[in-house]
Nanobody, 126 residues
């Protein structure tokens, strides 16, 4: 069992940056593949970025590639999402997710994740 708590959301102007953090409880964080998802009002939850358990492999949605960076510090039980060049269409609630997985893979389907945080709001004004 792992609990996830996101932080770092807020209001930012277009072109600005934010860094989201997701702190995980438990002592086996390094055995979890992690992902970031987002959900805008009236839309389905969509994949943003994923990272394998040791941070070796990463994967991004086309919509954020080149602007967002996912990373993790296993010693701190934390995964990050650095968001640069933000656009109004990035406005959403951002969720982190964890999957207990020792394969070294990443996952982009929300159905593959076992645990979710409560989300943090990101609002980008034009």
């Amino acid at each position: 069992q792992v609990q996830l708590v996101e932080s770092g959301g807020g209001l930012v102007q277009a072109g600005g940056s934010l860094r989201l953090s997701c702190a995980a409880s438990g002592r086996t964080f390094s055995s979890y593949a992690m992902g970031w998802f987002r959900q805008a009002p009236g839309k389905e939850r969509e994949f943003v970025a994923a990272i394998s358990r040791r941070g070796v492999t990463k994967y991004y949605a086309d919509s954020v590639k080149g602007r967002f960076t996912i990373s993790r510090e296993n010693a701190k039980n934390t995964v990050y999402l650095q968001m640069n060049s933000l656009k109004p269409e990035d406005t959403a609630i951002y969720y982190c997710a964890a999957r207990d997985d020792n394969s070294g893979r990443y996952y982009y389907s929300p159905l593959r994740y076992d645990y979710w945080g409560q989300g943090t709001q990101v609002t980008v004004s034009s």
